[in-house]
């Protein structure tokens, strides 16, 4: 089935003028309800030409082809939108409840949408702090990115286009279908060592060895770019003109020169015209300037977006559009043998932000700078100590947001490309100087920092990446790793009390009372001294044990009310519950294996308790057994010297 991208919502002139910045709840009509949050960005940030406005779109700056901007379009520029769909995502919420909380706001009107059902405070003097609440989970949403900010990393708003016309109307268009990969999926087969190979080769382009096939990325390999402003950093391998030329196969993303070297393919005309050329069906076309270019290419295929090209029986991919800029942009998904491989290129917002989890290999842009703006400006604000400060933030913004989107793919093999450029011209020295950009080793950095089990490859020229080798490193890598992963616990580091009590939930002698902490899953005497989540959690002692020993459903404690529960914040973590409901092994634990395994490393013995109960009887209970046994050892005596004493009694009577 063809992607194809539907227009879902629009507004007129008026209404979209009528939008207020930060957070609004628009409902057209019953069952289609929008979020669309608008940046308000000041009048001296705007651009009278084409191109180079300081534009927020999900923390980047607007690239170069945005189309041109004036003042009077300055309050539709729209950040993030997204489409809310009533009880989707779990089966208690049939109606949400929801607050726009800001931290530092002190004025503001509260405002009711009857269509909607929904109650929520506008912000006046900062939009940019709103903040979605449920009011009933505690579940937190930042309209900015459309991501939960609580619980983290469990699920997001679909996010949805926001197109603007000359007429100033704006229209949300949503990709039909979403996630096009999802068709007909093939599972992973096993793959030899050699059978899938990636080399960098410059730049964007990378080569691909899959099986019998060989298939090439974006081959700018010679002359420069972009009116001879960009050059290659990297001189390619010495043979890349008889491998190219070899090749079954290339895709090139976009047109710009950087992607599609002219130069380049002169050569490659001059040995192979009618080697196959796959490009996507963009409003621009690829090769809008061939003709003019004079290159013989014979065999240039146009691919509709969102379909699968297959090129032999273990080989397929996909072009995919750009959510920001679907007139130019593309991406690519290949599989070979069910083993995906994503290579977003530039692209702003990929397929809409909708991106494959756990492919294989993810590739992706980095380095910034490729746009005119601030460097091409002068005069008013546009001073060297102003354009270092802001190259300097935007670099660290596209850090982070590369980071995150990376961290949401969740690759097992990231590699950092396209981004290999520099200004030469010795006229350009200025901006080769200012223009600074960011490296592919502070990038990887930073992923192997918050996700360090991603492999990352900072590639050089001719560098081979051999998958088959790599998944093997993969899985020697995350076994290691496996009782830190074991509660896919990613950005909860949190403390949990489990304490085993009465019935009444009070402290009962013998029972156990720990901490777990799960930023390193041990076992501490106390509570750390940095800031962190905290979960009480008191279970009646015998359905604890028998839920623990029989490895049941930690719904029989929760939803059958054997225990008592407090944390701090209170807010509800969905990865964790879910985990401690729906995600436990289905077979109950070998604890016969375990303390097996315990003996044998503890040379033959068995490994002290960790929370090896108290020796010492103090309780109630125990001291009236104590009291009990006590008597027993009384009773002969006693019942001796009671005898004793009728016998007394008796005898004198009878006197």
Known sequence: ????????????????????????????????????????????????????????????????GTPPLTYSRLFCILQSVARWDLGVFAGCLSTWCMASLCVSSIFFESLK????????????????????????????LDPTTMKYVNPPDSFSQDKLVPELDEDGRLSLVELIPPEPWGTDVRPPQTILPGEVQLTFFAHACMELKLGDKTMFFDPWLTGPAFARGWWLIHEPPADWLERLSRADLIYISHVHSDHLSYPTLTLLSEKNPNIPIYVGD????????????????????????GVWQEVNADLRFMILMDG????????ILVDYKGHLILNTVDCTQPNGGRL????????????????????????????????????????KKLLYYKTQVVRDVNPKVYCPFAGYFVEAYPSDTYIRDTNTKNSAERLNALINRYSDHIITWTPRPGATLDL???LDDTVDRRLTKRVATVFDMVLYSGVTNMIETDEDFQPVEGGYDFLVDFSDLSFPAQRPAREHAYLEIKNRIGVHRQTVLKGLFWDDLYIGFQNRISRDPDTFHYKFWNHMQILLPEQPPDWTGFLCKQRKMHDGKYARAVW?????????????????????????????ASMATAVYLLLTFKR
């Not at 991208?5 to 930060?22: D, H, I, K, N």
């Not at 912000?123 to 979605?132: D, E, G, H, R």
Request: glycine fraction near 8%.
């Open 1 to 64: 089935m063809e992607q194809r991208s539907v227009e879902v919502l629009r507004l007129t002139a008026e209404e979209t003028e009528a939008l207020t910045p930060g957070v609004n709840l628009i409902c057209k009509e019953a069952g289609n309800n929008f979020i669309i949050y608008k940046v308000c960005i000041p009048p001296r940030l705007v651009s009278s030409g084409r191109g180079g406005i300081d534009l927020v779109m999900l923390g980047l700056s607007c690239q170069d």
């Open 113 to 140: 949408s009857e269509a909607c059902n929904w109650w929520y405070l506008r912000t006046y003097l900062s939009p940019f702090c709103s903040v979605l609440r449920c009011t009933k989970h505690g579940w937190k």
């Open 282 to 305: 963009t409003a621009m076309p690829v090769f809008c300037k061939l003709e003019q270019s004079g290159v013989q290419l014979k065999n240039i295929n146009v691919c509709s977006f």
């Open 324 to 331: 920001v800029h679907p007139d130019m942009d593309t991406c």
């Open 356 to 395: 494959p989890q756990n492919v294989d290999i993810m590739m992706s842009d980095f380095a910034g700078g490729a746009s005119g703006f601030p460097m091409t400006f002068s005069g008013g604000r546009y001073t060297d100590e102003w354009k270092a400060a802001f190259i300097s933030t935007e670099r």
């Open 468 to 470: 088959a080798r790599v």
């Open 612 to 640: 090896k109960p108290s020796d010492k009887s103090n309780s109630v209970v125990s001291s009236l057994l104590d009291m009990l046994v006590r008597a027993k050892l009384l009773l002969v005596p006693g019942v001796m």
